[in-house]
């Protein structure tokens, strides 16, 4: 079962974190023959993957801690991994910095596979601090388990940086 | 992806064994000392031929064991999309593949026909002339009626060293 969308949002949020802000624009439609079963688990993880993206848009950890799991990992690139809830929150809550963040989804894959569910997305991203401006382009995996209850929560979460482009492209 | 109902049975080897690859309640053995776990034993054999593949610059043996639509996430490149787009950068420069041979430490979690791998390596070059840097991976695998398991997805990054890595 799979999924992909674009989503565009802006979004004030952390530095150096991973992709995972902003309100879609539009919603591609389910693809393949998933089942009503199946149609719910996708709509399981989308649900958390808005309310990630909600509470990391306003730094409410205290929402992000509510979608990841209790050994949740971020590797991030060029620091040391994040291992545990406990670690991951206070490493978000010490993004303090005033950043303004405009996240677009270029691509977003999400396939669900029983206990699992894989999201791979990319995502151009303009940030301002103060004056400045600068774009980057992430990518990555998110990895979500599914929990006793049927939740979907986030376990791993990897991503670096793709090369950038002239500011031209950036705006497609 | 293809579309599909999956039926999985839950046999993972959860959690914290080593670094990044987990912390917290769920307990999980190294790919290297499972017992048993034949299909921990099939995925950690499969990552071994592919790396050998890799190293040995066997571009067919290597794609062969690729999802036709794989994804694959190279640091500083684009995103890699299906296994055509892989072998044309593949052949541009066949060493710039992370390394696929999961460490004896990597943390295995495989759910019927579909696994996810985590580990990381210690890498030669260090962060501005100190740090330790470490290469850390993670694969997604599926099983094809056919072809074995197979690599769905693949992204790696490097960062500095953390002591929690070598905790082991």
Redesign the interface.
């Known amino acids: 079962?799979?999924a992909r969308r674009p989503a565009v949002g802006l979004v004030v949020a952390l530095a150096t974190i991973g992709a995972g802000c902003g309100e879609p624009a539009h919603r591609q439609a389910w693809?393949?023959?998933?089942?009503l079963g199946?149609s719910a688990d996708l709509l399981r993880v989308h649900q958390v993957k808005r309310a990630l993206d909600y509470a990391w848009e306003r730094k409410r950890v205290i929402d992000v801690e509510k979608v990841v799991?209790?050994?949740v990992?971020f590797?991030?690139?060029?620091?040391?991994?994040k291992?545990?809830?406990q670690?991951a929150a206070d490493w978000l809550r010490a993004w303090t910095r005033p950043i303004l963040m405009r996240d677009t989804y270029v691509?977003e894959?999400l396939?669900v596979?029983?206990?699992?569910a894989?999201e791979?997305w990319?995502v151009a991203r303009l940030v301002t601090e103060g004056e400045k401006q600068h774009r980057v382009r992430l990518?990555?995996?998110h990895?979500y388990r599914r929990q006793d209850d049927g939740r979907f929560l986030l376990e791993?979460r990897?991503?670096?940086?793709?090369?950038a482009r002239p500011a031209a492209q950036d705006l497609r | 992806m293809p579309a599909g109902r999956r039926v999985l049975v839950i046999c993972s080897l959860a959690a914290a064994l080593s670094g990044w690859s987990g912390c917290g309640g769920r307990r999980s053995e190294p790919v290297a000392a499972a017992e048993g776990g034949g299909s921990v034993a099939a995925v950690s054999a499969v990552l071994g031929d592919l790396d050998t593949a890799r190293s040995e610059g066997d571009l067919e043996t290597l794609l062969a064991r690729f999802d036709r639509k794989v994804l694959v996430l190279p640091p500083g490149d684009e995103l890699l999309e299906g296994a055509a787009m892989v072998r044309t950068w593949l052949e541009a420069a066949p060493n710039r593949l992370c390394p696929l041979r999961a460490a004896a430490d990597a943390t295995a979690e495989i759910s019927g026909d579909w696994a996810y791998l985590t580990w990381s390596e210690a890498r030669p070059e260090t962060v501005d002339g100190g740090e330790a840097t470490q290469l850390r991976i993670l694969v997604v695998l599926r099983r094809d009626p056919a072809s074995g398991w197979v690599v769905q997805r693949l992204v790696w990054n490097t960062g500095p060293s953390s002591t929690e890595e070598s905790r082991g």
Do not use: H
């Open positions: 079962m799979s693809q393949g023959e998933a089942t199946e799991s209790d050994d990992v590797v991030p690139p060029g620091e040391s991994p291992i545990g809830k670690v691509s894959a396939d596979a029983g206990p699992f894989i791979t990319t990518k990555g995996v990895v791993r990897i991503w670096n940086l793709s090369p």
